[in-house]
């Protein structure tokens, strides 16, 4: 049974940092794409981060470039989201999620087979 399991999420200010974090069971990591989604209210679930397998390349959202990062350890089957300079508009549930799609479809959602149950991340003043 494949497991993603999404931790790190939070209150903050704008201007802090928070890292997110997603362990994954029942699957070849290292053979999967990796990605960072997120969802706000009244808005369609939206790209935020890949990892291309096995960890070659990262792709990222124009909205979050040069803020956050995210990386991937395929031995603790391990995925991150290091946000930095959090802003308002980052206030979202964050989920990961897992794919073997083309690489063309790596920013769209309907290609992620595997889903987490989503972290909540909060940035208020």
């Known amino acids: 049974q494949v497991q993603l399991v999404e931790s790190g999420g939070g209150s903050v200010q704008p201007g802090d940092s928070l890292r997110l974090s997603c362990e994954v069971s029942?699957?070849?990591?290292?053979?999967?794409?990796m990605a960072w989604f997120r969802e706000a209210p009244g808005k369609d679930r939206e790209f935020v981060a890949a990892?291309?397998?096995?960890?070659?390349?990262?792709y990222y959202a124009d909205s979050v470039k040069g803020r956050f990062f995210i990386s991937r350890d395929n031995a603790k089957r391990m995925v991150y989201l290091q946000m930095n300079n959090l802003k308002s508009d980052d206030t979202a549930v964050y989920y990961c999620?897992?794919?073997?799609?083309?690489?063309?479809?790596?920013?769209?959602?309907?290609?992620?087979?595997?889903w987490g149950q989503g972290t909540q991340v909060t940035v208020s003043s």
């Open positions: 999620a897992s794919s073997t799609a083309v690489l063309s479809a790596i920013r769209q959602p309907e290609m992620y087979r595997h």
């Open positions: 990892s291309k397998r096995p960890g070659s390349h990262e």
């Open positions: 029942g699957l070849t990591f290292s053979n999967y794409h």
